[in-house]
């Protein structure tokens, strides 16, 4: 798991990906409904007061909700799961903080017939802290070889990822050392411990570092024999390219909003905006909800039922669908009512608002010219 996090730091194009789910997923609007009895949305009312709201808006001192779900939500897209440790005082039987906590350093207790007793934390200097049940929170993407554990996209493509670094670091190397990949010096006879390190430090005098690029070089005691491969011998620029569109695959992450600017044109943005927050955003934003309220809210025992979290849609409208869905609607209406179907009835069957028609007022002429 250390890997995987690792990678987003090391690959540029996984930190755009990564960043960007983390932080569109961390700026969603949320807010505490009561329930319905009817157990329809639009009949909750908001619960503007309550100390599980309290909490999840400002989850300990030192992180922001923001800042709390960015961070998980980064453990997640990386690894497959993301940990909330529930901070408790010994004085109250509710929660009082919500932590992120590293997945590589949490371990699940099993059991044979209830499934898990616990968890295990590992602290930064070794020390082992056992967890109860209920002072732990696990959000995890099912792994098909492990309950316990969950299996994120970037484990999937743990080879691809290296290309990509070896690739930026061989680039790196190559105008780090000399601008020219290595070869051998031959000798016609072997070399005493003196004559071999002399020899080596005028090379390197003479030829190691950027500004001592493609300079004759003069071997007083054997020949140089190329071995190098050239950039474009290993085309390193379409090995990258490759891997990073098996990265965005992974993710199933949209080109455009990678700023990629390529084939791209308003339509095509505008709608990668849409994909973006409705296939990738709001599955998560739903992780989240299962969590909180299926997880979260009965820990706080009476005071956390008959209450749910919910967010705000994240999907932006679709302003060509809309047009399209009106345009069909309108004309469906025409067809009802030349059938002699009643107008508020047709209405209501395709889906438009009540509406009213004033007849336009012809203005009376009293005269040749209306004066």
Same mark, same amino acid.
């Given at each position: 798991?250390?890997?995987?996090?690792?990678?987003?730091?090391?690959?540029?194009?996984?930190?755009?990906?990564?960043?960007?789910?983390?932080?569109?997923?961390?700026? /969603? $609007? #949320?807010?505490?409904?009561?329930?319905?009895? *009817?157990?329809?949305?639009?009949?909750?009312? %908001? @619960?503007?007061?309550? &100390?599980?709201?309290?909490?999840?808006?400002?989850?300990?001192?030192?992180?922001?909700?923001?800042?709390?779900?960015?961070?998980?939500?980064?453990?997640?897209?990386?690894?497959?799961?993301?940990?909330?440790?529930?901070?408790?005082?010994?004085?109250?039987?509710?929660?009082?903080?919500?932590?992120?906590?590293?997945?590589?350093?949490?371990?699940?207790?099993?059991?044979?017939?209830?499934?898990?007793?616990?968890?295990?934390?590992?602290?930064?200097?070794?020390?082992?802290?056992?967890?109860?049940?209920?002072?732990?929170?696990?959000?995890?993407?099912?792994?098909?070889?492990?309950?316990?554990?969950?299996?994120?996209?970037?484990?999937?493509?743990?080879?691809?990822?290296?290309?990509?670094?070896?690739? /930026? $670091? #061989?680039?790196?190397?190559?105008?780090?050392? *000399?601008?020219?990949?290595?070869?051998?010096? %031959? @000798?016609?006879?072997? &070399?005493?411990?003196?004559?071999?390190?002399?020899?080596?430090?005028?090379?390197?005098?003479?030829?190691?570092?950027?500004?001592?690029?493609?300079?004759?070089?003069?071997?007083?005691?054997?020949?140089?024999?190329?071995?190098?491969?050239?950039?474009?011998?290993?085309?390193?620029?379409?090995?990258?390219?490759?891997?990073?569109?098996?990265?965005?695959?992974?993710?199933?992450?949209?080109?455009?909003?990678?700023?990629?600017?390529?084939?791209?044109?308003?339509?095509?943005?505008?709608?990668?905006?849409?994909?973006?927050?409705?296939?990738?955003?709001?599955?998560?934003?739903?992780?989240?909800?299962?969590?909180?309220?299926?997880?979260?809210?009965?820990?706080?025992?009476?005071?956390?039922?008959?209450?749910?979290?919910?967010?705000?849609?994240?999907?932006?409208?679709?302003?060509?669908?809309?047009?399209?869905?009106?345009?069909?609607?309108?004309?469906?209406?025409?067809?009802?009512?030349?059938?002699?179907?009643?107008?508020?009835?047709?209405?209501?069957?395709?889906?438009?608002?009540?509406?009213?028609?004033?007849?336009?007022?012809?203005?009376?002429?009293?005269?040749?010219?209306?004066?």
């Amino acid at each position: 798991m250390v890997q995987q996090m690792t990678a987003m730091g090391t690959v540029g194009t996984l930190f755009a990906m990564v960043d960007a789910l983390s932080e569109n997923t961390a700026q /969603a $609007e #949320w807010k505490l409904w009561a329930k319905s009895a *009817s157990g329809r949305t639009e009949d909750r009312t %908001e @619960v503007t007061r309550h &100390l599980s709201l309290k909490i999840w808006n400002k989850p300990n001192q030192f992180y922001t909700r923001q800042e709390f779900v960015q961070t998980f939500q980064q453990h997640r897209d990386l690894t497959g799961e993301a940990w909330w440790l529930v901070g408790r005082d010994r004085r109250a039987p509710f929660p009082m903080e919500l932590w992120p906590v590293r997945p590589d350093r949490m371990d699940v207790v099993r059991h044979p017939t209830e499934f898990l007793t616990g968890y295990v934390y590992t602290g930064p200097e070794g020390e082992r802290v056992p967890l109860n049940r209920d002072e732990v929170i696990q959000l995890r993407r099912p792994n098909p070889l492990d309950p316990y554990r969950g299996m994120g996209p970037v484990q999937s493509i743990l080879a691809d990822l290296d290309s990509v670094r070896y690739s /930026a $670091e #061989w680039n790196r190397n190559f105008f780090r050392n *000399s601008a020219e990949p290595g070869g051998i010096i %031959e @000798v016609p006879e072997s &070399l005493g411990d003196d004559e071999f390190y002399q020899l080596r430090e005028r090379w390197n005098e003479q030829h190691r570092g950027v500004a001592q690029a493609h300079r004759v070089a003069i071997l007083e005691h054997g020949k140089w024999v190329d071995r190098k491969f050239s950039q474009r011998d290993m085309q390193f620029a379409e090995l990258r390219g490759v891997s990073e569109a098996v990265l965005m695959k992974a993710f199933r992450f949209p080109v455009p909003m990678l700023g990629i600017s390529e084939d791209v044109n308003r339509a095509n943005a505008d709608a990668a905006e849409v994909v973006f927050a409705r296939r990738l955003i709001k599955p998560r934003l739903e992780a989240i909800k299962q969590a909180l309220n299926n997880d979260f809210l009965p820990l706080f025992g009476s005071t956390g039922q008959g209450v749910e979290f919910d967010f705000c849609d994240p999907v932006p409208e679709d302003l060509e669908l809309s047009a399209k869905l009106l345009t069909a609607r309108s004309d469906a209406a025409k067809a009802l009512r030349d059938a002699g179907w009643n107008p508020d009835d047709i209405l209501s069957a395709v889906g438009l608002p009540e509406m009213t028609y004033d007849s336009p007022q012809v203005p009376a002429q009293t005269g040749a010219f209306g004066g």
